[in-house]
């Protein structure tokens, strides 16, 4: 099975404090009701991310990202983790965003942060303090969602 991506985005919010390169990986497994990516689930969508191309990616936003995020990919591990020891190695922090409430231990190794949790759209996302879902800085095992959360805004679950 191939490790399919579409193309990398330069996203702002999803890891704070960081500027990331976003990998989407396609195949997702876990089908969140009101999962705004339903393309993801799809393993043959996409182009697939060799680590030639994905150094060709790190090369290019060299300088100018802090951080590589993987929006899923932890259904092909092997090739998940050969991409986070790349990122490091060139001295970039890693993240994770998954539906599942747990990352293996093989993969979390090699991460700096995981965003854990299935979508429910009765509980919101990060931004929302009722959520489900938690934003992991792995070393300590602090959840970060309060970096999410906007003083002053009444959040409202979707």
Not at 14 to 33: A, D
Not at 35 to 63: D, R, V
């Amino acid at each position: 099975m191939t490790f399919n991506c579409l193309p990398p985005t330069i996203v702002f919010q999803e890891v704070p404090n960081e500027i990331s390169l976003c990998f989407s990986i396609t195949g997702c497994q876990v089908g969140c009701k009101g999962c705004h990516s339903t393309e993801l689930w799809n393993k043959n969508f996409g182009q697939p991310l060799t680590n030639t191309a994905f150094i060709h990616w790190l090369n290019k936003y060299q300088g100018l990202i802090s951080t590589v995020l993987f929006m899923g990919g932890e259904w092909q591990q092997h090739h998940l983790i050969e991409k986070l020891i790349i990122a490091k190695h060139l001295g970039l922090k890693t993240c994770l965003y998954t539906g599942e409430n747990a990352v293996d231990d093989e993969i979390s190794k090699h991460l700096t942060y995981a965003k854990v949790g299935k979508w429910d759209p009765q509980r919101g996302g990060l931004n929302t303090p009722g959520t489900n879902q938690k934003f992991i800085e792995l070393s300590t095992g602090n959840s970060l969602n309060h970096l999410f959360i906007k003083k002053g805004i009444q959040h409202v679950a979707a």
